[in-house]
């Protein structure tokens, strides 16, 4: 769950993109996982589901060890940076400001710590 202010709007570096509306201070925790509103869902389970909905995992989830996780919130609008200014880990765990984010900027993390290189192909 995200624990700063945020909005969705037209990003310059695909689509769209999540951007803070106040400014964060290096090392601020962004987000953490907050079970029951937060999802994990075991991979073989994903492979029963309706093509549409497997596609909605594709498209928003992360895969990791077997489970895939899905925020409720609007994390799932965060692009890739080879240089994010949000770092992150795999599954449950928080994300932190990686330096000073002015308030108006896209929140940017990098897909290849948090997931799963092996994915592709297997929705």
């Not at 570096?13 to 803070?20: D, R, W």
């Not at 989830?61 to 609007?74: E, F, M, P, Q, R």
């Amino acid at each position: 769950m995200l624990l700063i202010p945020t909005e969705v709007r037209k990003s310059p570096i695909h689509g769209v993109g999540l951007f803070t509306l106040k400014a964060v201070p290096k090392g601020q925790m962004i987000w953490r996982f907050v079970e029951g509103l937060d999802l994990t869902v075991p991979q073989a389970k994903i492979r029963t589901l309706h093509p549409t909905v497997r596609a909605f995992f594709k498209t928003y989830a992360s895969l990791g060890k077997g489970t895939y996780y899905v925020d409720v919130d609007n994390t799932r609008f965060m692009n890739h940076s080879n240089n994010p200014n949000v770092r992150t880990g795999q599954g449950k765990s928080p994300m932190f400001a990686s330096r000073d984010i002015p308030k108006g900027a896209e929140l940017l993390c990098n897909y290849r710590v948090f997931d799963a290189p092996s994915r592709r192909g297997v929705l």
